[in-house]
């Protein structure tokens, strides 16, 4: 009996190997999520050849089969994941990894397709919910990691940023509605009818379907487009700032851990593939490495100075 | 008497205590603050509604109450201020505090509503100033503060910018009613025609109501449009250039405190506080003062060394 | 006689400081300088004007005058430069101030219309060449500056961006052209006319005039519209990247100078003037000047230390 | 006959110094450039030119005579190239040249039409693979540099922004498909189909040859409209972190050479000419590089100060 209880808890560590992939070398789970990724991007691809009536109609049974084949793989594959969380120290309990923002994802995927085959919803809903299969894609882009960072960090700038938009587009809506709504009542009739055309114009997409005619309408519209292209700005302004500064502060990260390295005179081969590790967590490219190296090196030669209270050389040459 | 004039003095400071929240912590202010805002963005959401006039006629009479109600809000809400304004450290006078322009904009909301019940106004114009209620928002939005410092810092850029985009419409509008004022009398038959044209071309907005038809002109078109991209470009950049700036600066300003605090050796809990203060009013992410911080740290211990030969103390605790 | 050439040269000193303001703060220049600027803004006002045909005929008369006027002025204004040209430091003859840029365009602003007085040119053409009178302006906005130096100096970078621009829409419309010509003749019968779709996409003006309807053309345009966002935004990333650089120099340069001051420990009022005066040629804000200075100050405090000879404090307090 | 060896040898010599340019600064090669330049833009336009019926028409003789001539010249250039590359001392053999990208590009653009001569090929897809001549163009273009070396370093975040792009363009959509299939189901008709309206909205381009009608489709694609600025900012974002990135790098660099230089307490005119070529390599302007050597000499001027107590030198020349 314990034998059996050592065997499963081999087992789940062996789930654990393949599905979470703590050791990112390993090539079998490498292929393993290559196959998952396919299988998602099939999934999208399969949702959105779906509408197109043609192909449906004419290929409905293997539509329907690879559904089924699908739905059982992601149900596995949840089940798996959920069973083997525990190997994994970053999560408390099953419950902490089953309400952690990857797994809700992963539940969201397969939940509603599994609720019809008891409850019959509408196709079209269904659908809907099968296309956020989409989202799982998220677990395997690392390189998001920095884009994501800065959504987060400057999100006060860019709500302050939709808040000027939201202010901008009510004003314009209503300039628009006082300037055209008797001439255009289709278009411009009230406010909210008018907020079509504003948002069109301040983003900058400028569709045409409905241009302002009257020469007030006409005179407003061009103020509005040049405060367009200020809105537009705000958002390439906030991110250029954000991924400066994250930039400068990740390579501040390296910098520090190179001078750590550094302190006992010289970087040994652990703390090397400390450092490359580090490297590729934070997705900084090999050659801004090798620069903050030169730099440190250049540096720690340029202190080597002299004690001020024996005389004698502060280090030994690095 | 005089403690009837004690008491209108401590009603006065509770009243400057709910509504402006020197306290930023207490709750009661807090909720305050929220049901204030629900009613500025119902107010606004009500002016939209009524130039919808299947709405409008259907609920005229609910309209007219919540008009009624969020008036007299308003209008205690700023008597309100501006009896409590003493207590304020910031305004030395109940004047300074009625020619700030966060209370012109909560004189402007409520004083055409107010005339109107003496004076008969044009309903449209009524509504227009009813909408300006609107920037009374921009109270609430602390997150403003930084965009609204960069469009100030960088005024003298964003105007020549400004500059920049007139010349270049003139001269656009100016080549187009060359190409096309013959072919198209309607749509270029003038300058100030040709502008509507060049001012969506400009800006990249390009809804397409108008076109030059010409091979001429669709040519000057052309290199009109990729000149478009540029001036789009523009006010990206100083925004971009702009927050940067700011970024680094409220940055230093932080770090400095940190290395005023430091001076003894070490951060006591009140110097923690001030710092924390100032972080929130500066509005840095807790990560990026946490990096600043142990960056200051490791400074002060690198700086704090040991000669490796004579074993003393190289410079004396920071 | 030889006071008649004293005369002369003190007219010419006197008009040297009138037209070239040498002394910024002087306000008789500052208002002549005003005058000047909006002469040249109501004759561009009046070129524009003057192409609506109802408003042309019913006012040619004061058009008329208003142009001799206006030709009168500018006439004086560049005898007058060109005479006291010999005062201005910066140039060494009246020919080397001739042929500087603001020169030519004063030069252009006057010579088509001059030229018109003996031989008869199309209205038209020499309407354009009074357009070029806008130009003028430029002498007053000194805060085109920093802008202008930014497309100077990143001029290869954006040369780059065109060159990259080009291939990318010689490409776009060969693309569109296979894919279009034989459904679309009209709009893509020709690679050189398929350049106006190309062009309105890769810039995301979008038109929308001209369309891809095939599925290849559809397919085709989707990756060119994607391809648009980047090279949209290659302007936007060179310009924020420019401005950055620029900003960043000039506040080095300021930070020189601040240094040079306190050698001596203190800034002296001289030295505060020349400062103040560096700061406004730069175009950097006062705040921005006295965050330099606060930490230079704290800095110094910092380097306080003791000479490692005689160990004495190294500078007095400051 | 080792004479003869002797002189091939020299000759070869000869075409890598006329083809390659080692010397950057000699005339003939230069213009060999510039010639080379010239006719691959010639190229270029006269296939533009060529899907211009009226003009092939009447011009069919001299196009072809052209293309023969420059089919020639490439042809003859490509193999000199060849036969040269192990002059260059980056290539190990003629193999390794021949796979290199520029050589590669050069092969596209004499393979197809050199194959046409045996094998008859349909002459649209002939023209198509003849305007690959343009790539030629990019060995002449050493200002591109810095851009793609921009685009290669932040490739994993442009990856990161083209997967979001991906996941926002499908759920756009789907959106739009479910909101208006049934009303337009020519143009939301599927998944697919409203992905040329998704595609031209996110990218801002916006069309407007297919625009939501109904009330739920225009709020969809409002907010759809609003994501819009933020995608089209994302590539603005990267580039311009990157570039200042860039920037920030090479002017480390020089910086570097500098201080190596500045080492021995001068700059001699050897140094001075290596810093020059790294500053051209580099693509620094030369105000910029004026400016790190000014900092440099400032430093050194500081760190070699005298003690103003005892008159001593406070430290060595650096």
Not at 51 to 80: C, H, N, Q
Not at 188 to 208: D, E, H, K
Not at 242 to 269: M, P, V, W, Y
Request: hydrophobic content about 50%; charged content about 20%; proline content about 4%.
């Amino acid at each position: 009996m314990s034998s059996l209880v050592q065997d499963l808890k081999n087992l789940r560590a062996e789930v654990y190997w393949w599905l979470e992939r703590p050791n990112r070398d390993a090539d079998g789970p490498r292929f393993l999520d290559i196959a998952l990724i396919v299988l998602i991007t099939l999934n999208v691809a399969a949702v959105i050849l779906e509408t197109v009536d043609s192909i449906y109609f004419d290929w409905k049974a293997t539509f329907d089969l690879f559904e089924g084949f699908s739905l059982t793989v992601f149900v596995v594959e949840y089940a798996a994941r959920l069973w083997a969380a525990p190997e994994n120290p970053e999560y408390k309990s099953r419950l902490s990894w089953a309400t952690s923002p990857l797994a809700l994802i992963d539940l969201l995927a397969i939940l509603p397709a599994l609720l019809y085959l008891f409850i019959p919803i509408d196709l079209r809903v269904l659908r809907a919910f099968r296309m956020l299969r989409l989202l799982k894609l998220t677990r395997y882009s690392p390189a998001l990691g920095m884009l994501l960072a800065v959504f987060e960090e400057e999100a006060g700038a860019f709500f302050a940023g939709f808040f000027i938009l939201m202010v901008m587009l009510i004003f314009a809506a209503s300039g628009a509605w006082l300037a055209e709504h008797e001439v255009q009542p289709d278009a411009f009739g009230s406010i909210p009818a008018a907020m079509w055309w504003a948002m069109a114009t301040l983003t900058t997409v400028g569709y045409g379907d409905v241009t302002p005619v009257t020469v007030a309408g006409k005179m407003f519209g061009a103020v509005i487009t040049v405060i367009g292209i200020g809105m537009a700005a705000l958002p390439a302004g906030i991110i250029a700032s954000g991924l400066n500064d994250q930039l400068h502060r990740r390579r501040a990260s390296l910098e520090r851990e190179f001078r750590k390295a550094l302190e006992d005179g010289t970087i040994c081969e652990a703390e090397e593939a400390e450092i490359e590790a580090l490297r590729k967590q934070l997705g900084l490219s090999r050659r801004a490495a090798d620069q903050i190296r030169d730099r440190i090196h250049a540096e720690a030669e340029a202190r080597r100075g002299h004690c001020p209270h024996c005389g004698k050389v502060l280090s030994e040459p690095l």
